[in-house]
C-alpha cells in the first residue's frame, strides 16, 4: 500500500483547504486512516484518524469542531476538510494507515501554509 497526500497551499487565516489521500493497492477500507502533522521544529502529531471498524473518527483537540475526515471508497481516498484555518496550523501534513498498533505507510506530506 502507498499513500499519497495532495492538496496543500498558502491560505489565510480563516479560509479553508481539503487534503487528499489517496491509497494504491489493495484492502482499502479494512484499515484505519489518520492524518498527522508535523510544524517546523516540532515533533509530529496526530490531527485525526477514520476508524474502518464502525466509520467513527476520532480529532486532536485542536482541530476539533474545525477539522473534518472522510473517505470516498470508490476513489480509495481519505480527506481531511480543514476549515477556520489558524496560522498555528501551519506544517506539514502526512497520512499514514494502521498497521497492527503502529502507524505505516507514510505519504510524502503536503505543506499547509496558513498567513495572518
Known amino acids: 500500500v502507498q499513500l499519497q497526500a495532495s492538496g496543500g497551499g498558502l491560505v489565510q487565516a480563516g479560509g479553508s483547504l481539503r487534503l487528499s489521500c489517496t491509497a494504491s493497492?489493495?484492502?482499502?477500507?479494512?484499515?484505519?486512516l489518520g492524518w498527522f502533522r508535523q510544524a517546523p521544529g516540532k515533533e509530529r502529531v496526530f490531527v485525526a484518524v477514520?476508524?474502518?471498524?464502525?466509520?467513527?473518527?476520532v480529532y486532536a483537540d485542536s482541530v476539533k469542531g474545525r477539522f473534518t475526515i472522510s473517505t470516498d471508497n470508490t476513489k480509495k481516498t481519505v480527506y481531511l476538510q480543514m476549515n477556520s484555518l489558524k496560522p498555528e496550523d501551519t506544517a506539514v501534513y502526512y497520512c499514514?494507515?494502521?498497521?497492527?498498533?503502529?502507524?505505516?505507510?507514510w505519504g510524502q506530506g503536503t505543506q499547509v501554509t496558513v498567513s495572518s
Open positions: 499514514a494507515r494502521l498497521v497492527g498498533s503502529q502507524w505505516a505507510n
Open positions: 493497492g489493495r484492502s482499502y477500507g479494512s484499515y484505519d
Open positions: 477514520l476508524r474502518r471498524s464502525g466509520g467513527s473518527s
